[in-house]
């Protein structure tokens, strides 16, 4: 039977030290010291370093994940619903800097064996968001040749544009968030402006 009190040191101890030093340079010694258990009990409960790598990398997807459940968007305008989730989603990272870190480093630096579990993860955080955006557009005046999915593409990835700017500055020194936000909601803003309406002049 599993002490789930010294599970979870180990899985924060896992999500400290792969987050610091990614999997291939993380070191099973240094999480029994982190976790203040020993190496042995790490192996029993998770068999192998990839087992434990991937259990780190879930608690950090589904502790991502929670900050959206139930979450109330404002009954207002478009701009307004998607600074309220960058900015959810700035704050869980800022106060959770590891867990950034460890999605980050594990998505683009994961061990060959858990490509396919962390690709299938990877598609579920996508169709989370996916789902999140139709449902803010559905009710938008769109023109009658713009096709909903189009819209999604272009959005996500002017929100992974201004993410990779800046989420970084933010998980690394959560003072930054004081300091850049304005300019974050700013460049942000400007660029979903330009997605909505356009950058030509009306003939």
Same mark, same amino acid.
Do not use: W
């Given at each position: 039977?599993?002490d789930n009190s010294k599970k979870d040191k180990i899985v924060q101890a896992s999500i400290e030290e792969f987050s610091?030093?990614?999997?291939?340079?993380?070191?099973?010694?240094?999480?029994?010291?982190?976790?203040?258990?020993?190496?042995?009990?790490?192996?029993?409960?998770? =068999?192998?370093?990839?087992?434990?790598? #991937?259990?780190?990398?879930?608690?950090?997807?589904?502790?991502?994940?929670?900050?959206?459940?139930?979450?109330?968007?404002?009954?207002?305008?478009?701009?307004?619903?998607?600074?309220?989730?960058?900015?959810?989603?700035?704050?869980?990272?800022?106060?959770?800097?590891?867990?950034?870190?460890?999605?980050?480093?594990?998505?683009?630096?994961?061990?060959?064996?858990?490509?396919?579990?962390?690709?299938?993860?990877?598609?579920?955080?996508?169709?989370?968001?996916?789902?999140?955006?139709?449902?803010?557009?559905?009710?938008?005046?769109?023109?009658?040749?713009?096709?909903?999915?189009?819209?999604?593409?272009? #959005?996500?990835?002017?929100?992974?544009?201004?993410?990779?700017?800046?989420?970084?500055?933010?998980?690394?020194? =959560?003072?930054?968030?004081?300091?850049?936000?304005?300019?974050?909601?700013?460049?942000?803003?400007?660029?979903?402006?330009?997605l909505m309406y356009g950058i030509l002049e009306e003939r």
């Amino acid at each position: 039977m599993l002490d789930n009190s010294k599970k979870d040191k180990i899985v924060q101890a896992s999500i400290e030290e792969f987050s610091e030093h990614g999997f291939e340079k993380a070191n099973t010694d240094r999480i029994s010291q982190r976790g203040e258990v020993s190496k042995g009990l790490i192996f029993h409960y998770f =068999g192998s370093k990839e087992n434990l790598f #991937m259990t780190a990398m879930n608690k950090c997807i589904d502790d991502a994940l929670k900050e959206f459940e139930g979450m109330e968007l404002p009954q207002d305008d478009f701009i307004s619903i998607l600074m309220k989730l960058m900015e959810v989603k700035y704050k869980f990272f800022m106060n959770n800097p590891m867990h950034y870190k460890m999605l980050v480093g594990g998505f683009h630096n994961s061990p060959k064996k858990l490509k396919t579990d962390l690709e299938k993860r990877y598609v579920e955080i996508k169709q989370i968001g996916i789902g999140i955006l139709m449902e803010i557009i559905k009710g938008l005046p769109m023109k009658k040749n713009i096709a909903a999915d189009d819209i999604v593409s272009i #959005m996500a990835a002017i929100t992974n544009i201004i993410e990779s700017k800046y989420l970084p500055l933010f998980s690394e020194d =959560g003072s930054n968030y004081e300091k850049y936000y304005d300019v974050v909601k700013d460049e942000y803003i400007r660029l979903m402006n330009i997605l909505m309406y356009g950058i030509l002049e009306e003939r």
